[in-house]
């Protein structure tokens, strides 16, 4: 479901027949953008004509294409800036920004710098050039947005301008673009009318017939402050004696404002008075609502506001149709503090009451809970907050939900059951699962005090799923079973769609102890459950989680089948179903990378970036950059597949999908490729695990990388044999062929081939089947060395492997040369080698890699047969022209 967007903001300036035109400013602003200018920066207080200057530079312009957004104080949330940034651009560039729309649309929102890379790519691809203008910046107070907007700003491209209005300076690099020549800026001292431009507003554009000298007084006396300017004109109407009127018109902006208001009011009829300060509580104005605030007839509001703007009476249009106006700010701002001036406060409270039932019956509930609460009706808010919770719940708004909800007092959300579960859903969405729980107690005790409980009959399986919920994010197994139990206990059966969500995290707790069968089990009864209920797009998205456990099962076709079983429902099913499709030929492609099916795994690695564009579940960022991370370690770019999985981790987004394989382990694993044990050592220090850590799925891989560094230790091959074990167990066949592998790399460091061999054979039985090549051939030159050895045993027998050893050995990359032997050195004896060579002893050695003294010795006796070298200098020499030191 698509967030509404309010078009009114996107406009732009309607344009006037009555301005002053401002050729010196309108030539500084073009003068910026042609000379590659980043920024524009239009900076000063209320009523100096910054909206309208730049209305006056853009509205004729045909050397560019303008997106305007008028921003507000809603605007600070930073999905909702987005939201709208990207909709202003495409009123001017239609095909960019998808992708960020899509990705706003999640229950997480990835991170503001991943969105904008995206855009920026887009915008970066435009013909021409297009100008963006933020207005009323000021209006925002959000440290997330202007980080966000300074990221902007660091990488525009040419084809971007940006341009901001503000009263205050945005905090932004500005001294550091001042610097650097990217900036352009109109100030105070830019915008004030000169005495021409007075002359020509006060007497043409108002209708003045001043002289000079009355121009030049009042023109002083304002600083050239064009809504001071027009104050006092609209007060000046009628003046039998305008000369005496300006030499009395003195003081401050802020007293003048006072003076200026009075007289303005003070001119006009009673009833137009009335209608000024009372529909002064209104952000925007329409007729309906100007009539439901003051209780009038059909009809009056809209002539009023009519009779508003042929008076210019501050009256801002909105839209095209004169339908939606708003006051300008500062005359709105007086307004309002002379409203709160009058006698009676319950006047002004109902006149907020009557504008919150306004927009609740016209479906804005948020300016109805606005003015709810502004009538400091309590109650009503609240009961507009639990309103407003589905379907802000589904368009994934519960940030902006909490933002309303902590305006209340403590005492009224306490006495509201359902406004209690709600916030601690919201909270519980918020990745806030404690102070979650302390809401969900209050709901319980707030239902067990409601007198009307069959009404809240829904709320006991809600809570019980939010808890589990809160369990499963703090990785609480017991408690997830729990509160998913408990949940399916409550939820009546007929309630397929919410029992389906109790039983599905109850089932995903099999997932953590490495039950994968029972978990396939429940991913499969789900997808029945969304079939019967109708449901294309929840059966295709739950295709991809049964692949992944398919795959850990080591069943490698089964995950083939029902990716293309997804894809083929999700083309009958329309693009809903088909936009999450990025997963599936995301999978698809690294299933056939592991099968070396290169051609096929291109063509759905293609399909799957294109779709990712537009993808809206909130995980994609995540696996795509595992799944890059996967390619550049198998292609030997070892440090480009570490930047990968740093972005990886750094996108992660909390969900009920265990953690098999951590980030920081497969990086271990590629610090180990590389020879970088320190990293590695670190890691493992760092993790706090042993050789003689209980083994479990969710330790599996970790315990399989610490084995990889402690290849030659006692208690090697006791873990190793646990994790088989386990695994076995649990009929995880990818699972034990990476143990098997593991073993047999072990064995081979410790000289002990034959068992090294036996454990390679096994592997390559339950590998052959389903076509595995990667797992093999990613282990790198060892494991090619293991299978050439186990292939020359296999060519004395008649044996079916020996096809499938061919297939894996023509996949290895061979050495350059017979004599480049830096190819055949593991891992261990590079680090070791580079110990050599800063002068460390073996005994030294041993004690910096926790490896025995004899386990050292013979680490170098290998060297030095492989390197051709009688003892440790000419070993380290050799290593030297070799570039391996």
């Not at 009555?18 to 000379?35: D, F, H, K, M, T």
């Amino acid at each position: 479901m698509s967030t509404p967007i309010l078009a009114t903001k996107l406009y732009l300036p309607a344009p006037r027949p009555q301005i002053v035109s401002r050729p010196r400013l309108v030539e500084c602003l073009a003068s910026g953008l042609a000379a590659g200018h980043k920024l524009t920066l239009i900076s000063a207080s209320a009523g100096f004509g910054k909206t309208t200057l730049l209305g006056e530079w853009i509205s004729p312009n045909t050397d560019f294409r303008a997106a305007w957004l008028s921003l507000d104080e809603a605007d600070s949330d930073p999905a909702r800036f987005l939201l709208y940034l990207v909709s202003a651009l495409r009123t001017a560039a239609p095909n960019v920004g998808q992708p960020v729309l899509a990705a706003l649309q999640t229950p997480q929102l990835p991170p503001a710098e991943d969105l904008l890379t995206g855009l920026l790519n887009e915008i970066a691809e435009l013909p021409g050039r297009v100008i963006l203008v933020l207005d009323d910046y000021h209006l925002l107070d959000s440290p997330t947005v202007d980080s966000a907007l300074a990221f902007l700003l660091d990488h525009l491209p040419p084809q971007l301008h940006l341009v901001i209005a503000s009263r205050e300076d945005p905090n932004l690099p500005l001294p550091r673009l001042r610097a650097r020549g990217q900036l352009t800026e109109l100030r105070v001292a830019d915008l004030r009318f000169t005495p021409a431009e007075a002359a020509e507003f006060l007497n043409r554009v108002m209708g003045l017939n001043l002289t000079e000298a009355d121009v030049t007084a009042l023109e002083f006396r304002t600083e050239g402050w064009i809504a001071g300017l027009q104050l006092a004109a609209l007060s000046m109407q009628g003046q039998a004696d305008p000369a005496s009127f300006i030499q009395s018109f003195t003081g401050s902006h802020r007293f003048v404002l006072d003076y200026l208001l009075e007289e303005v009011l003070g001119q006009q009829p009673p009833e137009i008075q009335n209608f000024l300060l009372r529909t002064a509580i209104l952000n925007r104005l329409c007729g309906p609502l100007c009539e439901a605030v003051l209780e009038t007839s059909s009809g009056s509001g809209q002539t009023a506001l009519e009779s508003l703007e042929q008076a210019n009476l501050f009256l801002v249009p909105l839209d095209n149709e004169r339908r939606w106006y708003r006051y300008h700010h500062l005359f709105g701002d007086l307004l309002r503090q002379r409203l709160a001036t009058l006698p009676s406060s319950v006047l002004l409270e109902e006149l907020h009451l009557r504008a919150s039932q306004w927009w609740e019956a016209n479906s804005d509930l948020a300016e109805a809970f606005n003015h709810a609460h502004a009538a400091r009706d309590f109650e009503r808010a609240a009961r507009l907050s639990e309103l407003a919770w589905p379907g802000m719940d589904a368009m994934f708004q519960s940030a902006a939900w909490l933002g309303w909800v902590k305006k209340l007092p403590e005492t009224v959300i306490l006495s509201r059951s359902l406004l209690c579960y709600q916030l601690g859903r919201a909270l519980s969405d918020a990745g806030e699962p404690e102070i979650s729980e302390t809401h969900l107690k209050n709901a319980e005790r707030a239902l067990a005090e409601a007198s009307n409980q069959a009404r809240f009959a829904s709320l006991p399986g809600d809570i019980a799923l939010t808890r589990a919920y809160n369990a499963q994010v703090l990785g609480d197994i017991a408690g997830t079973i729990q509160y998913s139990e408990d949940a399916v206990r409550l939820i009546p059966a007929e309630d397929v769609f919410r029992r389906a969500q109790a039983v599905i995290m109850l089932e995903f707790t099999h997932w953590a102890v490495g039950d994968l069968e029972a978990s396939l089990r429940a991913i499969q009864a789900w997808m029945a459950d969304m079939r019967k209920l109708g449901n294309p797009v929840f059966e295709v998205a739950s295709a991809f989680a049964k692949a992944d456990l398919l795959v850990v099962l080591g069943r490698l076709d089964e995950a083939i089948q029902s990716y293309r079983q997804a894809l083929q429902l999700a083309a009958e099913s329309g693009p809903e179903a088909r936009q999450i499709t990025a997963h599936h030929h995301l999978g698809l492609a690294l299933i056939y990378h592991e099968l070396g099916r290169d051609e096929s795994a291109a063509a759905h690695w293609q399909t799957a970036a294109d779709l990712g564009q537009r993808t809206t579940l909130v995980d994609w960022p995540h696996r795509w950059k595992l799944a890059q991370a996967c390619l550049k370690e198998s292609a030997g770019e070892w440090d480009a597949a570490l930047n990968f999985l740093d972005e990886a981790g750094r996108v992660y987004v909390k969900n009920p999908v265990p953690i098999a394989r951590p980030v920081e382990a497969l990086k271990a694993r590629i610090h180990l490729k590389q020879g970088r044990w320190d990293k590695a050592e670190a890691w493992a220090r760092e993790r706090g695990i042993s050789l003689a850590d209980e083994a479990s799925y969710l330790a599996e891989f970790e315990l399989l990388t610490l084995a990889r560094l402690r290849l030659d230790a006692p208690g090697i091959h006791n873990l190793l044999e646990r994790l088989r074990t386990l695994a076995e167990s649990q009929n995880r066949l990818g699972s034990v062929i990476e143990i098997l592998l593991a073993q047999s790399l072990a064995y081979r460091a410790q000289n002990r081939q034959p068992q090294a061999l036996v454990a390679l054979e096994r592997a390559l039985t339950l590998a052959a089947p389903q076509g595995y090549l990667r797992t093999f051939v990613d282990e790198g030159e060892a494991m090619r060395q293991l299978i050439a050895d186990f292939r020359a045993v296999l060519e004395k027998h008649s044996n079916p492997l020996l096809v499938y050893t061919d297939k894996l050995l023509a996949a290895f990359p061979q050495p350059e040369s017979e004599n480049q032997k830096s190819e055949v050195l593991s891992s261990r004896e590079i680090e070791i080698l580079r110990l050599v060579a800063e002068g460390l002893s073996n005994t030294e050695i041993s004690q910096r890699l926790y490896l025995a003294l004899s386990t050292v010795k013979g680490h170098n006796l290998r060297i030095f047969d492989k390197l051709q070298a009688q003892n440790r200098t000419e070993a380290v020499a050799h290593a030297r022209e070799l570039g391996l030191l």
